[in-house]
């Protein structure tokens, strides 16, 4: 039986009897596939339209949208506005000046059925590759691979989201469900506050029932992401007495700030590191006499000598956690260690704004079900559970806990991100199209009968 756990909403009921029905549906036809009138029509439509998809690809890579890029970012999202306009969506764009970023394309669809499904399709514009990064345009490798800065990671998936909703539209199958689609333009370099930042992501999920993400997630077919890891960043500063080397270990001295910092990081390493599904990982380290970082570019400077006892070091990682219970027993337990300083050290250790877990629950494992049918019924393979440890943080994680239910990993399959060797796969381009338009078809045509 499925539960949901606040029945006092409406749009919730919807969905329980909606997923519920549909495994039952689906469940009669699990050894065949299928596919309705509708279905086979929006196979053609897609297939159809498959040049325009990759040509709207290729403009988009093209156009550099480095996070720190604002001009970048927001002439990708006016490609995206006109696209999603096209459609007969209201677009429009949301000004990200109050947290030092470009800011997100929202569009919505709304469908005059007072009970239609709504549903939360995430993107983003940005990418990781900077205004003069030498890693610039689109290249097609062969008939079935593409390299170009963001081309998976995630032009590739905000082209499946406008793609799906482009066949559904032409054939006339929007009119039952409600669609918003969110285009963030800082999921690769997140503005501050998260609060403002990740504000038009969590209204959408409070209106949706549904969360849709098209990050490309493990860069596996045959898995989709039903949970995601939390993320947070820390910084760990420690202090020590300086004086020349003889004088190390003395009980007037001390062990200074490196001896500190490493006897620290052990203490994490040794307590934490077989907890399951938990990482924890300094990225960063600066130790002397005098430390300077510039986090804003992510460098550090520092002076020292070998003779001198090391004063001051500071250093910057980050914790990945399957839940907040589990993030918050891992901070308590290394705040604990930070705590029990070597003699005549300090350390003070600093946890940031972060990205909340996506948790993986039962009603995200029937979505994925669902999704799953489709792939079947279409002839493709089954898709099951990623691992989460097989993919970063990503912004459908601020909708996760707002939504009924929640699935990521949709987009462009490929290898390689945030690096000058990501290739796209496009043999899963049409594949992850057709798939996207089945589901929502099916989600809004189930929610509509249980009416």
Sequence with gaps: M???????????????????????????NSSVNKLDLHEERIVQQVNASLPLALQEIEQAVNINSGS??????????QLAEQQLSALGFDVQWLDGSAFNRAGHIVATHKSQQPNAIK?????????????????????????????????????????IIISALRALKTLKLLDNVSIQVILTGDEESSGRPLSLSKKAIVDGAIWADIALGFENGDNNIATAMAARRGYVGWTLNVSGKAAHSSQIFSPQVGYGAIYESARILEAFRRQLADEKGLTFNPGLIVGGTKVDIDGAKSMGTTFGKSNVIAQQVTVKGDLRALSSTQALRAQKIMQAVVADNLNQTTAELVFAEGYPPMALTSNNKRLLSLYSQVSQDLGYNVVGIANPRNAGAADISFAANHVAMSLDGLG????????????????????????????????????????
């Design 119 to 159: 549903i939360l399709m995430i993107g983003h514009l940005d990418t990781v590759f900077a205004q003069h990064d030498d890693f610039q345009r689109f290249k097609r490798i062969s008939q079935t691979e593409a390299s170009g800065p963001g081309v998976a990671d995630m032009k590739g998936g905000n082209t």
């Design 68 to 77: 720190m890029n604002l001009a970048g970012v927001k002439r990708v999202g």
């Design 2 to 28: 499925l539960r949901i756990i606040d029945l006092s909403l409406p749009s919730l009921l919807v969905v329980a009897t909606l997923i519920l029905s549909s495994n039952l549906s689906y469940a009669k």
């Design 412 to 451: 462009l399959m490929g290898s390689g991100a945030h690096t000058k060797n990501e290739v796209a796969d496009l043999t899963s381009l049409h594949k992850n199209i057709e798939k996207t338009a089945i589901l929502i078809y099916r989600l809004a045509d189930n929610a509509i009968a249980v009416h």
